[in-house]
């Protein structure tokens, strides 16, 4: 079943050519001093990935402005629930419990840390996020069953059918404008991960375009490689009017195999 999905997925991106398109000459390009968190920065020594890590490339691949099917957040009982908090690890405790509910139908049990003293200082810091994460198209919210809510500057983090959000981290990322970038990152390390990332037609495209389009996805290949490259299969489908000519042909020189897995697996054309 897989050899027929393989030879089905690269025949319709190559028009059924017999080649999979080889990774091209190495190009070098210009280094640009950073400023922001949200300045582009490439590499300039041959042969490493052009860009340090992705959702730096640009704040406006998803904006607070872009539609969201997120609805309302209805109160529920709180009840024990066991967390994970990058303080401190797995945690057993009674969270603040709400229900997200989106407009296409999906449903997020939003877990919010005692430590914010009260529901509703709990529900007013969890609408901070939820329209954001109603930006995210619904196959990156299907798997996401759950969202955690400390307080705390750890970073976010994806997986275990869950958001994992830390409110100090997520008031830098709003800050810099980058909180849908995160979003679209971890996201895809939730919904996914499991079904791609290990693949053998991933792992195929990989070898072919012989290259990583980041640092952190080279230094971190079986873990980040997906969640750092989808972001930008869906800001070129989608928004590529946010990207510079540069950067634009930058990544399709780099993953043009990868790109093409995204086009077909994941983009039908009918919007996101």
Known sequence: MKHIF??????????CSSEITPKPESTST???EPSTISTVVFNNIKNEPPFVGTVFLSPDILTYSDPSSFEILVKINDEQREMYDRRYGWINIKPFLFQAEFSDGLIIEVQVNPEFETKEIAEDIALQYLSAVGQLPTYLREDVDTIWLHKGFENFG?????LLIHHGKGLEYIEQEILEEIFLHEATHTSLDSDHLSSSEWITAQEYDDQYISNYARDNPEREDLAETFPLCFALKY???VLSEEV???IKETIPNRLKYCDVVFFDGSGY
């Open 6 to 15: 393989f030879i089905l997925l690269f025949g319709l991106v190559l028009g």
């Open 30 to 32: 210009p280094k640009i």
């Open 158 to 162: 994806g997986g275990n059918n869950n």
């Open 239 to 241: 928004k590529s009017s």
């Open 248 to 250: 634009i042909q930058t």
